[in-house]
């Protein structure tokens, strides 16, 4: 069974950090794109950042570039979300996704198109909240 356990949310003040974890099961780390995105009760849930489990290459949103690091521990079956320079407009509810039989070049798809697919069963994700 496919399961996404999000965590390590939290309040912080402008200009701190926070580290997400997402502990991934029911998927072999190979070939899998996996990502953070996030969604405010105003907007669409968008993608934040996104990596292929067997390069490591990983793109991000223009919004992010720069702040945050997504990185994986495969031995562990971890994807992590480093944010670092938190701003006000990161507050969100974040969430981690993957999918299997993906390719590097299907790495930007994932990131523009999974956020808003209507099908796909997302968990209770982890609540960043930033104060200015």
């Known amino acids: 069974q496919v399961q996404m356990v999000e965590s390590g949310g939290g309040s912080v003040q402008n200009g701190g950090s926070l580290r997400l974890s997402c502990e991934v099961s029911?998927?072999?780390?190979?070939?899998?794109?996996l990502g953070w995105f996030r969604q405010t009760s105003a907007a669409e849930r968008e993608g934040v950042a996104v990596?292929?489990?067997?390069?490591?290459?990983?793109l991000y949103v223009d919004s992010v570039k720069g702040r945050f690091t997504i990185s994986q521990d495969k031995a562990k079956n971890m994807v992590y979300l480093q944010m670092d320079r938190l701003k006000p407009e990161d507050t969100a509810t974040y969430y981690c996704?993957?999918?299997?039989?993906?390719?590097?070049?299907?790495?930007?798809?994932?990131?523009?198109?999974?956020?808003?697919?209507?099908?796909?069963?997302w968990g209770h994700g982890t609540q960043v909240t930033v104060s200015s």
């Open positions: 996704a993957a999918a299997d039989r993906c390719r590097v070049r299907e790495l930007s798809t994932f990131l523009v198109a999974t956020g808003t697919d209507p099908f796909r069963p």
């Open positions: 990596i292929h489990s067997d390069t490591g290459d990983a």
């Open positions: 029911g998927f072999t780390f190979s070939e899998l794109c």
